[in-house]
């Protein structure tokens, strides 16, 4: 053991950093990123691990930014519970210049203005992909940025590109920059235990292999995300929560966001479909999400048509009272009320959800797309929802890019 001690004291002493250990650490120890809501959190076994790269990509108002949005507020509690002294801030980079402070509120709860947790707000003025990176790079090196948000890596311009006539046509796009970038940033990332959420758009894949549709980036961006997220669109729904045919969808009071994952290497990718439900008016329905999920975890038994009972996962039987009364609600759109006026019977299921979604080997937890008899794969390739003239075609020399 003594050589072993004499190696790892030499690593160190280059690395200028006790980070070098026998045997490894468990990821969590660098800390968890959550959405915050159950039914999104399913799909990861709540294992967002704090240093990674996550990619949320999808077609125009799928619902990728709002969900950007939920990690951000989830981030700043967070933060809040373990560094209450000196939170570190959040860097939003905007390329695209839409960012509405008041639908980030409202749809997620996410405060861009927050006293303790900053939120420094860099906005589009013609810079360029490697400027931009540099200063994602620089901020994070300084300890002081726990998240960073970029939206979008589609409107990524290099500078060879930059200067250039529209005239010329430049091929790879941006993926040359953005992989230098996950080179050059990953350890950084890791180091300070910084999160980056990359949202990025569909592109049409022209090669003819492989799936129709793709992200752009290039091959190192997708090898350097720890988990991949596709967001789509899925059914609106009336303003009691019924699901509206696509004839009556005129005026809806909302939609379902359905999240396929497409990776993830922290834990078992066996759960590919998480859905949440985006309200036009007050935003992300959390309670609404848990409801949903402890029906499909068994935490609500909804077999008997017009009544769910709360049940104990533990003895399967039905909860009672303080007087031992069953808790059973009539009437599906009573659920939210009686939670509403019972917070605390809402928040003892809300962490039960949590606490059943983290467990790898119950063959009792069913995959939702299972559940719903979802093909995934199908539901990818096939998009009913998709319009053609929002896909615009990836260049094929970043399809054959050399990373």
């Not at 076994?45 to 108002?61: D, M, P, R």
């Not at 373990?82 to 860097?91: F, M, Q, T, V």
């Not at 119950?362 to 939702?368: K, R, S, Y």
Request: hydrophobic share 35%; glycine share 8%; charged share 25%.
């Amino acid at each position: 053991m003594a050589d072993v001690k004499s190696i790892l004291r030499d690593i160190n002493k280059t690395l200028k950093a006790d980070v070098a250990t026998v045997g490894v650490k468990d990821l969590a120890e660098r800390g968890k990123l959550s959405f915050g809501t159950p039914s999104l959190d399913f799909i990861t076994y709540n294992n967002l691990i704090e240093g990674s790269f996550i990619e949320l990509s999808g077609l125009e108002s799928s619902g990728k930014t709002t969900l950007a949005f939920l990690l951000a507020a989830s981030y700043i509690k967070k933060e809040l519970e373990r560094n209450p002294d000196n939170p570190r801030a959040i860097l939003y980079c905007d390329a695209e210049s839409t960012a509405d402070k008041n639908w980030a509120m409202t749809s997620a709860g996410y405060d861009m203005n927050h006293p303790q947790v900053p939120t420094i707000y860099v906005p589009n003025n013609g810079q360029s992909a490697e400027t931009w990176f540099d200063i994602v790079i620089d901020s994070v090196a300084t300890g002081e940025i726990g998240l960073v948000i970029f939206d979008s890596l589609t409107m990524m311009v290099g500078q060879q590109v930059q200067g250039e006539s529209l005239e010329k046509k430049q091929m790879g796009g941006a993926s040359g920059p953005i992989g230098d970038f996950c080179k050059r940033g990953t350890g950084v990332f890791i180091r300070n235990k910084c999160t980056f959420i990359g949202i990025n758009g569909l592109t049409e894949n022209l090669t003819g292999y492989g799936d129709k549709y793709q992200t752009p980036g290039g091959r190192t961006w997708k090898r350097s995300c720890s988990y991949r997220m596709r967001v789509k669109q899925g059914d609106f729904f009336d303003i009691d929560g019924n699901i509206l045919a696509k004839k009556d969808a005129q005026s809806p009071a909302g939609h379902v966001i359905e999240v396929y994952l497409e990776k993830i290497k922290t834990a078992r990718w066996d759960r590919k479909l998480g859905t949440t439900n985006l309200n036009y008016t007050y935003g992300l329905d959390i309670m609404q999400d848990t409801i949903d999920t402890a029906i499909r975890l068994g935490l609500i038994d909804n077999s008997t048509q017009g009544s769910f009972r709360l049940i104990d996962p533990d003895t399967g039987e039905v909860l009672t009272d303080d007087v031992g009364n069953e808790l059973k609600i009539r009437g599906k759109k009573n659920i939210k009320p009686y939670f509403k006026e019972h917070p605390d019977i809402f928040k003892s299921l809300y962490n039960k959800c949590y606490e059943m979604m983290e467990r790898k080997d119950d063959t009792n937890i069913v995959a939702f797309e299972r559940l719903l008899g979802v093909d995934v794969d199908q539901m990818l390739t096939n998009d009913e929802n998709i319009d053609e003239t929002e896909i615009f075609p990836v260049e094929v020399e970043e399809a054959n890019e050399k990373s």
